[in-house]
């Protein structure tokens, strides 16, 4: 069992940053690769970025490519997402989410275990 817990949401200006963070639990983590999703308002959850369980593979959706970083660091347990030059359409919670395949899925149903998400908004 894992558990996932969200910080570093808040609200910015466009060309803002911020950089999320994931803290899991359990100490299999290191074997999970590691996905991000969001939810915008009225829209359905789409995925962001994953890593693989040794850090060595990572990919993003096109939309954030060149602006957005997913990283870990498997001593601490812990995700991260850094999101530079935001915009308003990044607007939405943005949930972790942990794969015993231990890839870099890209679809939510290679998911077992969800954080519960933390807002992010980008002010144009």
């Known amino acids: 069992q894992v558990q996932l817990v969200e910080s570093g949401g808040g609200l910015v200006q466009a060309g803002g940053s911020l950089r999320l963070s994931c803290a899991a639990s359990?100490?299999?983590?290191?074997?999970?690769?590691m996905g991000w999703f969001r939810q915008a308002p009225g829209k359905e959850r789409e995925f962001v970025a994953a890593?693989?369980?040794?850090?060595?593979?990572?990919v993003y959706t096109d939309s954030v490519k060149g602006r957005f970083t997913i990283s870990r660091d498997n001593v601490k347990n812990t995700v991260y997402l850094q999101m530079n030059s935001l915009k308003p359409e990044d607007t939405a919670v943005y949930c972790c989410?942990?794969?015993?395949?231990?890839?870099?899925?890209?679809?939510?149903?290679?998911?077992?275990?969800w954080g519960q998400g933390t807002q992010v908004t980008v002010s144009s």
């Open positions: 890593i693989n369980w040794s850090g060595e593979s990572r």
């Open positions: 989410a942990a794969s015993r395949t231990g890839g870099a899925r890209t679809a939510s149903e290679m998911y077992d275990y």
């Open positions: 359990g100490r299999t983590f290191s074997s999970y690769g």
